[in-house]
Each structure stands twice: as structure tokens, then as C-alpha cells.
């Protein structure tokens, strides 16, 4: 799997940091900075290879997209998705959420492209639009799949806060191994923890579990039986004196002390953190998407 570069992702962010500062300081949905921020996604998608939809739907009176993106190629039967919300709150421009997880499967996805990839599995990647009101995009996405592709979908990776300034590494936890929580998630979403888990330990970082309670995108796709996984660095949460031991950074701190505010900026991310991220989502989608025979 390729070493995803930090410099391009930061650029994305660069790029929506400026989206929001164009229109009105937020990219939240029915807003102009969404939409700008959907056509920058969708431009730099298109121009690689991939094949993309704008899909719109209505919510609070306002219209709201997603951007799906195929790659062509692999089993259609057999598809893999990975999305992120690219809406935000009105109160800031949303870096950390969601731009950082929008920025790394966005980069990821130019890898794919980079690369020619010729993945056994289907790729598909999606931006939410309106996650921040209620997952309004993913929903209205699966519940607008005709019974036949949604059967097609067998995996979905979800990447929502990954670049946390006081970051943990958190990996959802499908299977409810730590007895914590929601879960356990459909029958599969345990290896898919374990595909991302593996990357931290390669690299010697520990992780810890977070709750499968359908806080983000992914809830939808759980709900109809999908197995889905992902990654998070921590929102309002306090981080523990544990905690910063395991990772460093400072106990007795959100993970986010910006989460939801208008200090998520560009400077609202911790490198580091979203590097690893990055590295994580594209060892994710290269063992998965190219694992022979398929998994
Ligand atoms: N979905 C939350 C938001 O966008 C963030 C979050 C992600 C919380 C994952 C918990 C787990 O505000
Ligand atoms: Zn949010
Ligand atoms: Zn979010
Ligand atoms: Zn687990
Ligand atoms: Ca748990």
C-alpha cells in the first residue's frame, strides 16, 4: 500500500479552509460553501478517471449533495465503499470535521488513480452531504439503493475526525470486543477492524475501540445489515491521563477543544495524526481492494 502524502491532504484542507472563508466562514448544508466544496471534490475525482455523480436531495427546505465516485473496473458484485461527511457546522469551516476525513479518502482516492490500480474489488468512494443534521445524505444514499445494489455493497470504511489536535487513535469497534457500548455491527465488520487495527500496530501505535453506536455515516449502512469500519481522533471527549499516556498529548483536554466551533481551521489538526489516518484508510482500501481472492 502506498504512503499517502501528508502535504497533498493538508493542500485539500487548504483548499476547503478557503471554500469557507469565500462564503460566509462555514461549508454547511444549504450553503454556498458546500456546494463549492462538493465541485472541488468532484473536479479533482473527474479529472483523475473516476466516474461521479452528484447526487442531490432535499433536507430543511435545502437541497443538499453527496458525491459519489466509481473507479472503474473490479467485481461490480463485489463493491467496497469508503466515505466522509464534507458538510459542516455554520458555526466554522469544519477542518477537522469533516474536511480532514474528506481531504485523506479524497487523496486516497487520487492514489488510486496515481497508481492505475486494478483492485479485484469495486471501488467506490462518497462524500456526505448533511451529516451534521442527522446523517440526512448517507440515509437518503441507502435508502434510495435499489435492493439489488445495496446486496452488491459488501463493506463500507468511514472516516469522520481523523486529524483531532489532541488526537487519539480510535477504531471503531464492530465487533464490540470491549464489551463497551453499541455493538456488535453486522458479520463482517470485525475483519474490517482488524484491517485497520493491523496498520496502527505495524507502525506502533495502539489503538483503542469507540463506540459502533452510528454516530456518523456509517450508521445507515450498518442498519440494513452492511459491515462498516473506520477511524477517529476524538471529538468533545476529555482525553484520559491513560490515554495520554498510550498517545501522548494532554490529559484532562478534549480531543477537539474546536469540535463544532469557529476555531476548526487549517491549524485545528494535528499532523500526525492525520497522516497516520491517511496511511491507515489507503492500507485499508489496497489490502481489501486487492485482496486475491476477494474478501
Ligand atoms: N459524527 C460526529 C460529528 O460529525 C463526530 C463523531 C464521529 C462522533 C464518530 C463520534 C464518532 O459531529
Ligand atoms: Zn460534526
Ligand atoms: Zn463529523
Ligand atoms: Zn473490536
Ligand atoms: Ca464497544
Redesign the pocket.
Known amino acids: 500500500p502506498p504512503d499517502i502524502p501528508l502535504a497533498n491532504v493538508k493542500a485539500h484542507l487548504a483548499q476547503l479552509q478557503s471554500i469557507a472563508n469565500a462564503n460566509g466562514g462555514n461549508r454547511a448544508h444549504g450553503r454556498p460553501g458546500y456546494l463549492a466544496s462538493a465541485n472541488y471534490v468532484r473536479g479533482l475525482l473527474d479529472a483523475a478517471g473516476f466516474t461521479t455523480t452528484l447526487q442531490s436531495f432535499t433536507y430543511n427546505g435545502a437541497t443538499g449533495y453527496n458525491v459519489i465516485a466509481d473507479w472503474p473496473g473490479g467485481n461490480p458484485d463485489d463493491v467496497l465503499m469508503v466515505g466522509a ?1 464534507l458538510d459542516g457546522v455554520t458555526a466554522g469551516p469544519g477542518i477537522n ?2 474536511g480532514s476525513g474528506s481531504a485523506a479518502i479524497l487523496e486516497t482516492a487520487l492514489e488510486v488513480s496515481r497508481q492505475s490500480l486494478q483492485p479485484t474489488k469495486h471501488l467506490r468512494f462518497a462524500w456526505w452531504g448533511a ?2 443534521l442527522g446523517l440526512r445524505g448517507s440515509q437518503f444514499y441507502v435508502n434510495n439503493l435499489p435492493a439489488a445494489e445495496r446486496a452488491r455493497i459488501k463493506g463500507y470504511l468511514n472516516f ?2 481523523v486529524g483531532s489536535p489532541n488526537a487519539g487513535y480510535f477504531v471503531y469497534d464492530g465487533d464490540n470486543s470491549d464489551g463497551v457500548g453499541a455493538g456488535p455491527g453486522p458479520a463482517g465488520s470485525a475483519a474490517l477492524e482488524q484491517t485497520i487495527i493491523g496498520y496502527f500496530t505495524s507502525i506502533g501505535v495502539q489503538t483503542r475501540g ?1 463506540d459502533f453506536d452510528g ?2 455515516d456509517y450508521g445507515p449502512f450498518i442498519a440494513v445489515g452492511i459491515p462498516a469500519g473506520g477511524t ?1 481522533t476524538g ?1 468533545e471527549g476529555i482525553k484520559s491521563a491513560a490515554q495520554a499516556t498510550l498517545w501522548g498529548g494532554t490529559a484532562g483536554q478534549a480531543f477537539d477543544v474546536c469540535y ?1 466551533r469557529a476555531c476548526d481551521t487549517t491549524a485545528n489538526i494535528n499532523d500526525t495524526a492525520l497522516d497516520r489516518n491517511a496511511d491507515a484508510i489507503a492500507h485499508a482500501v489496497w489490502t481489501i481492494g486487492t485482496a486475491v481472492p476477494p474478501v
Open positions: 461527511h470535521d469533516n451529516e451534521e469522520d475526525m469507540t454516530r456518523s477517529f471529538a463544532h
